[in-house]
């Protein structure tokens, strides 16, 4: 701002100061004024209610007299129509009052007002009560004293009220004349500040003008006299011309010593660099030189001690004894010959221990003074500062250097220390290595020669065979003999071979009654427990909804039970079907990655699926559903067995010896690794047995059957493979499928089965028809749809029943197919029919084999439900009239999808 512009700037200022200070002090007057007359106002109407409730307070007693003592009812009429006019009255001034004054003193006497009139009030009540009873009867002396009493009390408060209301009025007049006085003498006491302020704001702006000139000239005297690494300031926070030639000067300033700084820091580094780089170059000079690890820590320990400023240094390196690590003392300098107590320690023991343990540095400052001594030929002393260091190779502890020194360590020192602490472990490890060459080198020479003894040996045996190939001859004119004892046995065994066959068909027929009887009560509870997970209700608490959840968890996990005994026994059976076929790697790279992300996600495990990059990512011939069950059994357990770290799956192509004449075979290597528990050596072929595990005790924490390795093994060598696993516990497993890989189907030649097997869970084509045209109904072609339930368990009519009337259908049931016959012609309307198979009377095949024969029912989608799940009850059911099958336990998202496909192809 202008000089000339500041001087007219303070002037209207000035006039404007005085002009707002007279209309504040006028509107001060004004204000108290007003609030004087509001003050009186209120008072005025405060005593008002207190003179209305005195008068009202006396009025009561005569009104409750004249009620008593009335004796026409007209009168009495009268009379009560004022009491209760006065009641009115009386609650309506205590209120007023209350709220208009806030005082404890009269707070706590409408309080014992209210108290009171309370009492008499209920007094007063019970004499009219009594009266118009008994008009004749006279209320006793102490009634009327005891009203009188609180009568009186209740106007002693009143004139009280009425009092302090009167005192109020003239304590605030008082205070209204001393607040007006005070205003008027803060105007006098204002215009006179204010008159002192405009002299006093002229004077410091001709001031500070002055003041702020003789700065800028000061501060650019003495610019020219110091240096560029601290300059001085204009300290002038006003603005204008003298305002912004401060603000240039100390932005010119700043940027200078910003400069300086920043050189100055450049050199140093370049100084420190230029030094570690020197040290670091000096120490890699004693590599070559070294030939085992003893020598190297002698020249490291020489060479780092005086690089470092220290005075002393032990070197520790680690060995290993009875399975149990330890840090060994292999080289010092300047050490005590006193120090053999410090000679060997076991990790995490002492110091030393604790920084192999922690992999970290340690740095102790302000050592006691008996902690070590450093001595020469002219006395000792105690070091100031002790760091201790672990050499690393690739995350594990190779040894630990402790440096001792009189003075603190610089952090270039610290420096160097961790740069050459990490060449140090490089070189450790490089130097074992060469080391194990050198002995691995050593027991190879000594294996070749046993190798030829052995030769020498097998030349022996050689001549040993002929003589025994002799003897053989012999011995094979007595085993024609024997050939026809055999055939003779042979016969016996084809017996007990059809024997076996007629057993294994019982077995078969009782695995089928058993998956019928398990999975029935299994259906019933899936639908509900899956029902009420939907909360369609809403009134179910995140409780119980976890409880609906764990329930049908719980019947999930005993379904996947039953379909792991039925597998085992088709594979023991030597009846499970293998159907090979064209299998994309690709798609099984996707399909396994997009299964297992959300488990790894969940428990936070890293997760990959990796597949060479030699391997091409076609077709190659396999049975695709068996390979997945293998795949996820092994990824399952995995993920199972790891709580931390990581997961992968890993597909390559390798060369496998396979058979007596050691051929090798191309072979797809499917590798499951991870790094969870493991598994001890003497217990990895159990895991493969069926009920067995690693852990088989009762309390072990992972839980299972035991059934998936067993049976994932089985189906590999039905797939003409193998699996092998690689353990230790504690570190992690790694399971590998080997399965022949073949692109055409010519190079196939592996038998098939062909026997009727129990099937769990079969997709059928009406399976894949529902799920692709599901998105083409909605729910509304279920609405009030009539279906009829054909079953003898009742759990799971009523189940079905819960479930299908969400959708506004209308159900009818039938214990069996009789019934089903009965009820089906009394409801000649039935859209469609859920046919159970195993009943009672007559079962499902021969009740849908009699509904076809009725020409109305004729088309009449029926489809059929059963927990008997035999490969051939699919084709034995459409056979019988079915229109559609769903094994038990039903799915509800199939079973409507279903219902919506025919139903909607019946409307259709």
């Known amino acids: ?196 302020i405009g002299i006093g704001f002229t004077m410091w702006v001709i001031r500070s003008q002055t003041n702020n000139l003789n700065k800028v000239t000061a501060v650019m005297k003495s610019a020219t006299a110091s240096g560029f690494h601290s300059l001085p300031r204009i300290k002038i926070s006003s603005k204008g011309e003298l305002g912004e030639i401060a603000v240039a000067f100390n932005k010119m300033a700043q940027s200078l010593e910003e400069q300086s700084m920043l050189e100055k820091q450049l050199v140093n580094q370049a100084e420190e660099q230029s030094w570690l780089n020197t040290q670091v170059a000096e120490i890699a000079t004693i590599y070559p030189k070294v030939e085992n690890v003893q020598m190297l820590a002698d020249l490291l320990i020489t060479k780092l001690v005086p690089m470092v400023g220290a005075a002393s240094g032990v070197f520790y390196m680690k060995e290993e004894e009875h399975g149990k690590h330890y840090l060994q003392r292999v080289s010092t300098y300047a050490s005590h010959s006193n120090e ?9 023991e002492g110091l030393i221990g604790q920084c192999a343990s922690e992999k970290n540095p340690i740095l102790l400052e302000d050592v006691p003074e008996d902690y070590i001594k450093i001595g020469s030929g002219t006395g000792n002393g105690s070091p100031r500062n002790i760091i201790i260091l672990p050499v690393l190779f690739e995350e594990e502890v190779l040894a630990v250097m402790e440096l001792a020194s009189f003075r603190l360590y610089t952090p270039l020192q610290v420096k160097l220390l961790e740069t050459v602490n990490h060449h140090i472990g490089i070189k450790i490890n490089s130097i074992a290595s060469h080391m194990k060459a050198e002995r691995l080198l050593r027991e190879s020479q000594a294996l070749t020669e046993e190798l030829q003894t052995k030769s020498e040996e097998l030349q022996l045996q050689q001549e040993e065979l002929r003589t025994t190939n002799e003897k053989l001859e012999e011995q094979y004119k007595a085993s024609e003999q024997k050939n026809r004892e055999i055939e003779k046995v042979r016969g016996a065994l084809e017996e007990k071979a059809q ?255 062909i026997a009727e097997v129990a099937v769990s869970l079969e997709e059928t084509e009406s399976v894949i028809l529902e799920e692709e045209q599901t998105s083409l109904y909605d729910n509304w072609i279920l609405k009030n749809k009539k279906i009829l339930i054909v079953d003898d368990d009742i759990r799971n009519v009523y189940a079905l029943t819960i479930a299908l009337e969400k959708y506004d259908m209308n159900i009818i049931v039938a214990e069996n197919g009789r019934e089903g016959l009965e009820v089906l012609r009394g409801n000649p309307d039935t859209n469609l029919i859920l046919m159970d198979i195993m009943m009672p009377e007559m079962d499902g095949l021969e009740a849908m084999r009699h509904i076809r024969m009725i020409p109305e029912f004729k088309t009449l989608p029926i489809i059929a439900l059963t927990a008997k799940a035999m490969k051939s009850s699919r084709e034995e059911c459409l056979a019988s009239g079915a229109t559609d099958y769903i094994s038990k336990p039903v799915k509800l998202d199939q079973l409507f999808s279903l219902l919506q496909v025919w139903l909607y192809r019946k409307e259709g």
């Open 340 to 348: 053999k107590d410090f000679a060997r320690f076991r990790f995490g």
């Open 499 to 753: 024997q076996l066959e007629q057993s294994s068909q019982y077995k078969s027929e009782f695995l089928a009654n058993m998956s019928h009887e398990l999975r029935t009560p299994l259906n019933s509870l899936l639908i509900l427990a899956e029902t009420l997970s939907g909360n369609g209700a809403g009134n179910f608490t995140a409780k119980q909804q976890e409880y609906i959840r764990t329930i049908h968890s719980s019947g999930q996990d005993l379904l996947y039970l039953i379909n792991d005994v039925l597998d085992l026994a088709k594979v023991e059976s030597g009846k499970m079907d293998i159907n090979h076929g064209k299998v994309d790697l690709g798609d099984v790279r996707d399909s396994i990655y997009q299964q297992f992300s959300p488990v790894a996600s969940q428990k936070e495990i890293s997760f990959t699926v990796e597949m060479d990059g030699n391997l091409s990512t076609g077709p190659f011939l396999t049975d695709q559903q068996r390979l997945h069950q293998i795949l996820n059994n092994l990824l399952s357990n995995a993920f199972k067995f790891t709580a931390s770290g990581s997961v992968s799956l890993r597909v390559e192509k390798v060369w496998k010896e396979i058979g007596e004449g050691g051929q090798a075979t191309p072979m797809l290597a499917f590798s499951v690794t991870d790094t969870g528990i493991g598994i001890q050596a003497d217990k990895q072929d159990k895991i493969f047995e069926a009920f067995k595990q690693a852990d088989g005790t009762t309390s072990r924490n992972y839980g299972g059957t035991g059934l998936g390795l067993s049976i994932s093994r089985e189906i590999a060598q039905l797939l003409e493979g193998f699996i092998e696993v690689s353990s230790e516990a504690g570190k992690g497993s790694i399971f590998t499928l080997f399965l022949p890989y073949r692109q055409k189907i010519e190079e196939f030649t592996g038998p098939k089965a």
């Open 1 to 196: 701002m202008k000089f000339k512009t500041k001087l007219y700037a303070s002037i209207g200022s000035l006039l404007l100061l005085f002009f707002v200070i007279a209309v504040i002090l006028m509107n001060m007057l004004e204000q108290t004024t007003v609030n004087i007359n509001a003050v009186v106002n209120e008072l005025n109407a405060r005593i008002k209610i207190a003179s209305e409730l005195k008068y009202e307070t006396s009025a009561i007693g005569t009104q409750l007299s004249s009620i008593v003592s009335s004796k026409g009812e007209e009168d009495r009429t009268k009379y009560s129509n004022d009491w209760e006019e006065t009641q009115i009255s009386l609650q309506i001034a205590i209120e007023s009052l209350e709220k208009r004054d806030a005082q404890e003193k009269t707070q706590e006497l409408i309080a014992k007002y209210k108290v009171l009139y309370q009492s008499y009030l209920s007094m007063g009540q019970q004499a009219m009560a009594i009266d118009k009873l008994d008009g004749g009867m006279n209320l006793p002396a102490t009634y009327w004293s005891d009203s009188e009493l609180v009568r009186q009390r209740m106007i002693q408060i009143a004139d009280l009220l009425y009092g302090l209301q009167e005192q109020e009025m003239k304590n605030e007049l008082l205070r209204s004349k001393d607040s007006y006085n005070w205003a008027v003498t803060i105007i006098y006491i204002y215009l006179g500040i204010a008159l002192f």
